[in-house]
């Protein structure tokens, strides 16, 4: 029962919110089978959270719901020494040692240093518009510039190795789907990122099991350019996360999730939300016609995309005592799943919470987490998400083909946007 919720061919097909509504109503905490999924073998299960109040009273409760003790997936990681390694992310810390390692990289982050960006990211979004004027481009391949080529920026990675970025996230992000598991993109490369790439490791274990993609063997690649690009900060530091991390103590295993954090979750929200915002925005014309008209209530309207199209749609704590939850009760150890997708169409906060309304306020939307791990890259994300669409909005835009979906159930993506951007009249 409900196993629908947990199936990656599930979210292919659409985000199943009529699902998220009816169990809001009659079950807003649900208990959650894991089947096998192609090579993957079951879960143990989890309880999922749909409500709005109880999603944020989740996440806001580190010592009840724990991101330390199973990590922050719905899928266990295979082996121990694997949880040990996925242990040392910031984001599968509570605090205190969270509040330690956010602080190391905080400094990049704050609305000041933003600013500072703000104009290198319109200049790069207004190119990346003007080159697909007038052309068929697949929007989804568009967009995903803009997020990695910022995060090349701030983390110091040379230009010629940023698309490195983008085929390490779609091989973390997607591979419950076939077509991103195993996606290699990179046409140019330094010296030091060839010498890399020699260690991507197989995808499958000898026996034809799959190799969880969070561990440290999925990533011997991903590691050893962390390393090598390291080795260069030190000799030559900068002002950039990288340098940051170095100065800051990290230890070797935190280093390098430090780092899969940045060049994975750094690019991938974004490679996901804003062709979700574009999509979403086709899909209600009127709401489209009414931003072009008035560019002003930009803003509001990237707010609104966000709560409509959550670029990540669950994030996984676990129980750390007996408790209960809206009258279920829980078990200590057990995995607790919280559904922002769900949460973000909560009619008891969102009147009319399935009408897209560029001009919505209040908009209190959980697309970035809440709590001590309120996503630390939020303000930098808004700050491009607005960028790429003031550069769009002077410009006609038509559908050329159909969207395709990411096989996924936990970010909420866009494989393929057939687009036509058309020269302002």
Known sequence: MHEEIFLPSTYAAGVPYAAFRKLRAESPVAWIPEPAVGLWPPGTGYWAVFSHADVKHVLRSPDLFSSHLGATQIRDPDTPEDLDFVRAMMLNQDPPSHSRLRRIVAAAFTPRAVRALEETIETRARTLIASA????????????????????????????????????????????????????????????????????????????????????????DMFAYAHALAAVKKKRPTDDIMSRMLEGGLTGHEFENMFF?????????LRNGIPGG?????????????????????????????????????FRRTATTDLTLSDRPIRAGQKVVVYHASANRDETVFPDPDRFD??????????????PHYCLGAHLARTQMRALFRALLPHPVER??????????????????PVRLTPTP
């Open 133 to 220: 004027v007038g052309h068929d481009t697949d929007f989804v391949e568009l967009a995903a510039d803009l997020p990695v080529w910022t995060l090349a920026h701030i983390m110091g990675v040379p230009e010629t190795d940023r698309r490195l970025l983008y085929d390490w996230a779609s091989r973390v992000i997607g591979y419950q789907d076939d077509e991103y598991a195993d996606l290699s993109t990179t046409t140019s490369m330094s010296p030091m990122a060839r010498e890399a790439t020699r260690r991507k490791p197989s995808t499958t274990h000898p026996d034809g099991r799959p190799v969880n993609p969070r561990s440290a063997a999925a990533l011997a």
């Open 261 to 269: 954090l940045f060049a994975v979750a750094g690019n991938e929200t």
């Open 278 to 314: 574009l999509l979403t925005l086709l899909d209600h014309p009127a709401e489209l016609a009414r931003l072009r008209a008035d560019p002003s209530l930009l803003p509001s309207a990237v707010e609104e995309m966000l709560r409509f199209w959550p670029p990540v749609m669950d």
């Open 358 to 371: 560029i001009t919505r306020a209040p908009n209190d939307h959980v697309s970035f987490g809440f709590g």
């Open 400 to 417: 050329t083909g159909t969207p395709v979906r990411l096989a996924s159930n936990f970010q909420n993506g866009l494989k393929h946007l």
